[in-house]
């Protein structure tokens, strides 16, 4: 089945400590991202990837860092979680997104306290 | 820089009643257009999408979509709602040929029975 995983699910972490959330997808996708979703704000952009190593600042990338070593994966890294950081996050990929937008991962509900 | 606004942030329905979402986007050039659904609890699906062609796009479940360009507009419809539909809406843009994929803040539908 075509689809975007991501790990974990649900994450509690205090603040300060280091932690990643995978994404992986097994369409052979150039395009990979990563989306923060907050109440009232909708998804914002944190970072994308044209390809492997190539990767690109989105509209809040402040506070996190991402890799594309291989085609399939794109983890996100948050060096020092700070509790603004809580939120629910997704990993999308695509083909090409200006003409099939994403597909999306299930989303990482992440909590810093 | 491209922005999409949805000005109804909050919408309740009575099952079989009729359905329009607003979406404006500011870009003067060339867009590409999208309409995400959000179950509770799921990842965003992707309803309907318009490249070019008929500004009349058909999408999954009853849904479509009017690009009109002269008012930036990209208004989600559908005749008769159903209690299932309940779910928050994305509407997201593309501009200039480019790939990066702005949504707007979204909008909640609840539909009572």
């Known amino acids: 089945e075509a689809q975007v995983t991501q790990n974990p699910r649900y994450l509690i972490t205090v603040t300060g400590k280091k932690l990643t959330v995978t994404c992986s997808q097994n369409?052979?996708?150039?395009?990979m991202s990563w989306y923060r979703q907050d109440p009232g704000l909708g998804l914002r952009q944190i970072y994308y990837?044209?390809?492997?190593?190539?990767?690109d600042k989105g509209d809040v990338p402040e506070g996190y860092k991402v890799s594309r070593k291989e085609k399939r994966n794109f983890p996100l890294i948050l060096e020092s979680p700070s509790p603004n950081q809580t939120s629910l996050y997704f990993c999308?990929?695509?083909?090409?997104?200006?003409?099939?937008?994403?597909?999306f991962g299930s989303g990482t509900r992440l909590t810093v306290v | 820089a491209q922005s999409v606004s949805q000005h109804n942030h909050h919408v309740i329905l009575s099952e079989a009643a009729s359905l329009e979402l607003g979406c404006n986007y500011s870009?003067?050039?060339?867009?590409?257009l999208f309409w995400y659904v959000q179950y509770p609890g799921q990842h965003l699906q992707l309803l309907l999408k318009?490249?070019?062609?008929?500004?009349l796009v058909k999408g999954i479940k009853g849904f479509e979509a009017e690009f009109i360009k002269s008012k930036f507009s990209f208004n989600l419809r559908k005749p008769s709602v159903q209690w299932s539909d309940t779910a928050e809406y994305f509407c997201?843009?593309?501009?200039?040929?480019?790939?990066?994929?702005?949504f707007g803040t979204g909008t909640q539908l609840k539909v009572e029975l």
């Open positions: 997201a843009v593309t501009t200039g040929g480019g790939n990066k994929l702005t």
């Open positions: 990837s044209m390809n492997v190593e190539v990767t």
């Open positions: 369409m052979n996708h150039e395009y």
């Open positions: 870009y003067g050039g060339t867009v590409n």
């Open positions: 318009y490249f070019s062609g008929d500004p």
């Open positions: 999308a990929s695509s083909l090409r997104p200006q003409i099939y937008g994403y597909t």
